[in-house]
């Protein structure tokens, strides 16, 4: 089959691998059908993420019919349509059965990121996202080995495009925890750093959710465009202004109920930052992290969905104490939140297909990532179909 296969940092592939076989009796194989580059793919792309190996098979964004099931798989057949969502999870661990699903403690052979672990487990697995976290081959290719065919794959009803509900994979659930771990109800004020589509899947949820004001910080002026148009978000370029003392002069000096960091630890930082990132002395830049905490009001809270990794220089932790912030991060529990939004696409509350800009073929995946990473042709989102 074909398959995108990372090769170094900054050089991704397409070639011919192995089909994918049935290993565990509850595995499952799938046909894809629609696949989609996220922006934690971009981390491994420049190279950021240890544990890759030369032909990883990368992608954790996609959906398809499947093609074969082990003998213990109940949940789906072959002929259904799913998608599948980035997380493994075996559903019967400790923390499964509490529905935390991205902390499963069963299913990732690998050792996970955290640096200070003590013996506590991994989390779980990942799909396409390097051997930290299973070395599990992913979903940018013409077939895939689902684990835990159970637990993960949801059905989906025909009268849905693959379109409308392939981003419920990963960023919609991602923007969708980032937007209720921010505490988000009617009438409360938000300010969401990133405008990609994690950022703007967290703006689409937070109007479903009765948000009032969202401000919208980047600094790629298409991106804030289509936020503003889309999401009704105010824009901030933070190449212009300090964002977060915009945000606060426009709430009454005190600040917004809620910010998400939907940028993570490439976030574009200082001059000291990008030293010490290269000294390999910090693994992330806190310059995002810094503006949440500065626009958040008093007694606030700060959503963090962003990838982060290692050690941050200038954290300013004091100063979020002194605020009272509360923090709540991680990555997505995707397996619960998929239902609820799948019937939010279903009932017209949720449009995620509108974030597509770019449709290509499998065949030009490396194309594909050139011009996410780089935001050429005002580019927000990928889909890639075999």
């Known amino acids: 089959m074909k398959a995108l296969t990372y090769q170094s940092a900054n050089q991704v592939s397409v070639e ?7 290993v565990a009796p509850d595995d499952m194989i799938l046909r894809v059908t629609a696949t989609a580059i996220c922006g934690s793919d971009l981390h491994i792309f420049h190279g950021k993420i240890p544990g890759m190996q030369n032909g990883d098979v990368l992608g954790h964004e996609f959906m398809g019919i499947v093609e074969e099931v082990g003998k213990d798989v109940t949940r789906v057949k072959p002929g259904d349509r799913v998608v599948i969502p980035f997380v493994i999870a075996c559903g019967h661990c400790f923390h499964c059965l509490l529905s935390e699903y991205s902390a499963c403690e069963t299913t990732n052979s690998g050792p996970g990121a955290s640096l200070n672990r003590k013996g506590i487990k991994p989390p779980a697995a990942l799909f396409g996202y390097s051997h930290l976290y299973g070395g599990v081959a992913g979903g940018q290719a013409e077939l895939v080995r689902v684990p835990k065919a159970n637990v993960g794959p949801l059905p989906i009803p025909s009268i849905l495009s693959d379109e409308q509900v392939l981003f419920l994979s990963d960023i919609l ?9 921010a505490g988000v109800k009617p009438g409360s004020t ?27 910080v980047d600094h790629n002026a298409y991106r804030l465009a289509f936020a503003q148009a889309s999401y009704g978000a105010i824009p901030v370029n933070f190449d212009e202004v300090d964002a977060a003392e915009v945000i606060i002069e426009s709430t009454a000096g005190r600040g917004v109920d809620a910010s998400i960091d939907a940028v993570g630890f490439e976030a574009k930082g ?15 830049s806190g310059k995002a992290l810094r503006q949440c905490i500065a626009a958040t009001r008093r007694c606030g809270t700060v959503s963090v ?27 997505t529990h995707v397996q619960g939140l998929m239902p609820e939004l ?8 949720l449009s995620p297909e509108m974030i597509i800009s ?14 996410f990473d780089q935001r050429l042709e005002e580019c927000r989102k990928v889909v890639l179909t075999p």
């Open 305 to 331: 969905p962003g990838v982060y990794a290692g050690f941050i220089h200038g954290f300013l932790f004091g100063d979020a104490f002194d605020k009272g912030l509360t923090f709540k991060m991680g990555q």
């Open 342 to 349: 799948l019937e939010a696409i279903g009932e017209g509350q």
């Open 270 to 284: 200082s001059a000291t930052e990008t030293l010490l990132t290269a000294l390999k002395l910090e693994g992330s």
């Open 190 to 216: 938000l300010a969401i750093f990133g405008a990609g589509p994690v950022g703007c899947m967290a703006a689409a949820c937070a109007r479903m959710l009765g948000a009032e004001t969202i401000f919208m």
């Open 358 to 371: 770019h449709r290509m073929k499998l065949a030009d995946a490396a194309r594909a990532y050139e011009i």
């Open 16 to 22: 011919t691998v192995p089909d994918p076989m049935l």
């Open 173 to 181: 659930p991602t923007g969708y925890q980032a937007v209720v771990n």
